[in-house]
């Protein structure tokens, strides 16, 4: 109960930075990552308004393009999320985590398909990811950190277990 009012002050603080500039990048870059996150998690909101802050006022750019994909794929957009990690990556290439990301969803891409073939494709591939990721891995956060040595672990037994069918 005691976030609610701590959220009210966080959205009023954010009001009145709205209020000075209504365009501010990284203003609406912050803003459009609370719509996004209230969006997917309350019933009454869209992500859609948050999208079209990202397009319309947010930066930097490679900034816009991560939270696009991230906002695409909660949507379950994945050709869509991956167009956009794939111009972040474009603009950031060495950025570990944008690597992780791709890695996820290359990895949720192949766990999908039914042809092992094209499944072992696509798990090789976000391991290439994970492996990227894993040589910067100490610029990485804790909260990064400790999910993407548990994926680069796991897709290796997906691989091995394809593999061995």
């Excluded at 701590?6 to 365009?23: G, H, M, R, S, T």
């Excluded at 991956?82 to 603009?91: C, F, R, S, T, V």
């Amino acid at each position: 109960l005691g976030a609610v009012d701590k959220l009210q002050l966080v959205f009023d603080y954010l009001d009145i930075a709205e209020n000075i500039d209504p365009e501010d990048p990284e203003l609406n870059l912050l803003k459009g990552y609370l719509d996004l996150i209230l969006s997917v998690n309350l019933p009454f909101s869209s992500p859609k308004d948050a999208i079209s802050r990202f397009e319309r006022h947010a930066a930097p750019k490679y900034m816009v393009n991560r939270a696009l994909f991230a906002a695409y794929r909660d949507l379950e957009e994945y050709t869509t999320a991956m167009k956009y990690i794939n111009m972040a990556l474009h603009d950031s290439p060495n950025n570990p985590e944008l690597q992780y990301l791709k890695g996820q969803l290359l990895r949720k891409q192949g766990k999908t398909k039914k042809n092992n073939r094209e499944s072992l494709n696509l798990l090789k591939e976000a391991y290439n990811y994970f492996d990227k990721a894993m040589i910067k891995f100490n610029q990485l956060p804790k909260g990064i950190q400790i999910p993407l040595r548990h994926d680069h672990r796991a897709i290796q037994d997906e691989i091995n277990s394809i593999v061995a069918n």
